[in-house]
């Protein structure tokens, strides 16, 4: 995610995946300000919209946002302690030792990871905390789940980037070169109805590929199919994510 490397997946749908993106948890953010002594300035890398910037901004004096994305940051949500800046995850532009908490969501497997994890050790106070995050496929019910597990890994396979690997074995095998900090189960969970759900695969980064390399929209088809077992399309489903965690401090 530095310099021509940056492969952009989502500066072309911005605007939809701020409006169609689940959103964290409120409990996320306050667990993970539990974890530092200080709460005076966090560096949210690849804030994408600014989705998690906004939860640590109820938490944090400050919240650093930084994405390579000029679009995503285009289309991120207003705070008054949210600064947002574009920039690579491997050079944030930032002080050494000034945030005590550095935080990733669903975007640690774009990054050059060892390049960002030296920035992160330069960035972080001495008691400060790194947590990395992504989440999945979602759960609604078991008719609607086999049907976009069959989406997942059929007509939209070969348009996943390789990185997408990383998400499918939640972060277990990602390398991770901190003192482990074991986090407690999260979950993100929307209700919503067909339109707003179809709406969310939409921003499937896999999806905006397809679409590009054929020509046509593949979610029109899985709507068709999903219509017969969601039923009434205006009725509103709980839809479930399980949060993949990685949490830790620097061994000193």
């Not at 300035?41 to 919240?63: K, S």
């Not at 019910?141 to 996943?160: H, K, L, N, R």
């Not at 759900?197 to 905006?208: D, E, G, I, K, N």
């Not at 593949?218 to 994510?241: F, H, I, K, M, N």
Request: charged share 20%; hydrophobic share 40%.
């Amino acid at each position: 995610m530095t310099g021509s490397g940056f492969k952009d997946h989502f500066s072309g749908h911005a605007a939809a995946y701020a409006d169609a993106r689940p959103r964290y948890p409120n409990e996320l953010f306050t667990w993970l300000a539990t974890l530092t002594p200080d709460h005076d300035r966090v560096w949210d890398c690849g804030t994408g919209n600014g989705q998690a910037a906004l939860g640590l901004a109820a938490h944090y004096r400050q919240v650093i946002a930084t994405d390579p994305s000029k679009g995503q940051i285009e289309h991120a949500f207003s705070h008054e302690r949210i600064s947002y800046r574009v920039a690579p995850a491997e050079s944030p532009g930032l002080e050494p030792r000034s945030v005590d908490l550095v935080t990733v969501a669903q975007a640690v497997h774009w990054f050059d990871r060892p390049a960002f994890y030296r920035r992160v050790r330069e960035t972080l106070k001495p008691e400060g905390v790194i947590a990395v995050w992504c989440y999945g496929l979602c759960s609604i019910e078991p008719m609607i789940d086999a049907a976009v597990q069959a989406f997942y890994t059929g007509e939209t396979s070969s348009c996943w980037p390789p990185e997408r690997a990383l998400i499918d074995a939640a972060y277990r095998s990602i390398e991770f070169p901190f003192t482990g900090i074991e986090p407690p189960a999260f979950s993100m969970t929307q209700h919503w109805i067909l339109a707003q759900f179809l709406a969310y695969l939409r921003t499937w980064s896999a999806v905006q590929k397809f679409i590009g390399r054929n020509g046509r929209d593949p979610v029109v088809g899985l709507g068709e199919s999903l219509r017969t077992v969601w039923g009434d399309p205006q009725q509103a489903r709980q839809v479930r994510w399980l949060l993949h965690m990685r949490v830790g401090r620097i061994a000193r």
